[in-house]
Nanobody, 123 residues
Framework: QVQLVESGGGLVQAGGSLRLSCAASGRTFSSYNMGWFRRAPGKEREFVAAITWNGSSTHYRDSVKGRFTISRDNAKNTVYLQMNSLKPEDTAVYYC????????????????WGQGTRVTVSS
């Protein structure tokens, strides 16, 4: 069992930055691949970024490449999402999720989810 708690969301102006954190409970965190997803108002949840259990590989949706960076610290049981050059279209609730496998964009592959943290980007 893995419990996930996101933090770091907030209100930021376009062009600004935020760093989201996802703290995991349990001693098996380092065996999970981790992903970030988001749900914008009125839209379906969508994949944002993912990282393998050891950080050796990452994957991003096209619209955030070059602006967002996913990373993890297994000693702290935490995964991060550094978001730079934020745009109003990045406004959403952001969720982290844990997956034993590696099909990073498939929502239903993920076993555990956090409650989300809200990011609002003003123009």
């Amino acid at each position: 069992q893995v419990q996930l708690v996101e933090s770091g969301g907030g209100l930021v102006q376009a062009g600004g930055s935020l760093r989201l954190s996802c703290a995991a409970s349990g001693r098996t965190f380092s065996s999970y691949n981790m992903g970030w997803f988001r749900r914008a108002p009125g839209k379906e949840r969508e994949f944002v970024a993912a990282i393998t259990w050891n950080g050796s590989s990452t994957h991003y949706r096209d619209s955030v490449k070059g602006r967002f960076t996913i990373s993890r610290d297994n000693a702290k049981n935490t995964v991060y999402l550094q978001m730079n050059s934020l745009k109003p279209e990045d406004t959403a609730v952001y969720y982290c999720a844990a997956d034993r496998g590696w099909v990073p964009e498939l929502i239903y592959e993920y076993d555990y989810w956090g409650q989300g943290t809200r990011v609002t980007v003003s123009s």
